[in-house]
């Protein structure tokens, strides 16, 4: 009976965990990556990094907490979710400034043996497909990470008071994160979709999705550190 409650337990985590993937925060994240893919391939790597990033946190923090009885402090566990609204605006500025290079450049020039730089716009590049996927897949894995760091605080809480040894307590963590991960993998490939068809049929309509992606990213971690820094008292 305590097996067959427990294995309950476990596919209620992986269930939670793909959940955990819709948050608003993990899906702007991801979006802001996504937005410079044209496959779906691409896109569920993508997917795939940020969720065992998560999870690899998740499982350490876990790991940490349950065999050295480490707790994490309220001022600690604030300042990790602020660590995600710092990481949202420069995610989101990091997308603003690629959309603004892909148009703009400075080029020297020689006139009557003067030099002279001009500013110029260029027609935008054409996709390159799912090649720089593994690069952008790293940088997911970090952004998991920094997510896996912050939620890992509420997690604990979760799993210290419901799990009755540290390897079922480990168990859930590992469910909970492959969930989180399958359910990354899904969302990252659903949010491609108007990239990838904008991409190929209307240039102008995905590089608006891409300014969109990058000051929602913006305006989402702005609002998570005012909320973090002055409303639950970070700063104060």
Known sequence: MMEVGFLTVLALGFVLGMKHALDADHVVA?????????????????????????????FGV??????????????MALAMELAVGIM??????????????????????????????HLHVHPPVEPHGHQHAIRRG???????MVHGLAGSAALMLLVVSSIHSV???LGYILVFGIGSLVGMML?????????????????RLNKALTAF????????????????????????
């Open 213 to 236: 992606a990058s000051l929602a990213s913006i305006g989402l971690g702005t609002l998570l550190i005012y909320e973090i820094g002055f409303v639950k008292g970070l700063f104060l």
């Open 187 to 203: 969302i990252s490939m659903l949010i491609s979709i108007p990239f990838i068809f904008s991409a190929v049929h209307f240039n």
């Open 30 to 58: 991801v979006s802001t990556i996504v937005s410079k893919n044209h496959s779906f391939l691409s896109s569920s790597i993508i997917g795939a990094f940020w969720g065992l990033g998560h999870t690899v946190t998740l």
């Open 88 to 117: 949202l605006v420069f995610l989101g500025g990091m997308v603003a400034a690629g959309l603004i290079r892909e148009h703009l450049h400075l080029h020297p020039h020689q006139h009557d043996g003067r030099a002279h730089l």
């Open 138 to 144: 790293y940088r997911s894995m970090a952004v998991g």
């Open 167 to 169: 390897i079922e307590g």
């Open 62 to 75: 876990g790991l940490a907490i349950l065999t050295l009885k480490i707790t994490i402090s309220d001022t």
